[in-house]
């Protein structure tokens, strides 16, 4: 057992890399991620190039609604360019790991100006959104272990440019909005930014 250190409140699933996020109110969890996260890419379809966030930042406010076909067109509309949705055959298109948490407190600090270089405090593109009491701080998990739900999770690095921190799965589950965060009492060694 460990100890309780918060609650998740707002769990979100980004279908198509650099896309907006849908929030559901539960999700399948496995080794490479939240079941159904980052599945597509966006390409361009005349060179077959990846078309990211960093480079094409109108991609954040377009929400996928799980029909390639229509994302395809209204994505190919946005951009006033013909892209297509690429699968991805190896498990969710994530850049550093499997999961990616943060807490409301560090929005708060980023809406204060406490912000990555490169970093939104409006959107930070995580799986999982918790609520932890005033001073916990989630940074100060990387290389401790977590209990969310069903889901065993590695705390292995803060990201670069962006908020919170990434965590592998050790024990794949189900998590929902509401569950405990509980902090264990082992788990990753510590990893610099990615």
């Given at each position: ?6 609650s ?6 980004y ?10 109110p539960?999700?399948?969890?496995d ?41 395809t ?20 298109q ?11 407190g560090a929005?708060?600090r ?16 995580a799986?999982?959104e ?5 001073g916990v ?6 290389g ?17 440019h962006?908020l919170g ?5 050790q ?10 965060v ?13």
């Amino acid at each position: 057992m460990g100890e309780v250190v918060g609650s998740v409140g707002r769990i979100a699933v980004y279908p198509v890399k650099s896309l907006g996020g849908r929030t559901v109110p539960e999700a399948a969890v496995d080794a490479a991620g939240l079941r159904g996260d980052r599945a597509y890419a966006v390409v361009d379809a005349d060179t077959g190039e990846r078309v990211t966030v960093k480079s094409t930042p109108q991609l954040a406010g377009v929400v996928a609604t799980g029909d390639t076909e229509a994302d395809t067109i209204t994505l190919t509309e946005v951009l006033g360019r013909p892209v297509r949705l690429a699968p991805s055959s190896a498990g969710p298109q994530v850049d550093a790991a499997a999961v990616h948490l943060v807490s409301r407190g560090a929005i708060e600090r980023a809406s204060a100006g406490d912000v990555p270089e490169g970093c939104s405090a409006d959107d930070p593109r995580a799986n999982l959104e918790l609520h932890l009491p005033g001073g916990v701080d989630e940074r100060d998990w990387v290389g401790r272990r977590l209990r969310i739900g069903e889901v065993v999770l590695d705390v292995v690095r803060t990201p670069k440019h962006c908020l919170g921190v990434y965590a592998e799965v050790q024990l794949p589950g189900r998590v929902a909005a509401g569950d405990a965060v509980e902090l264990l009492d082992s788990g990753a060694g510590a990893v610099a930014p990615a």
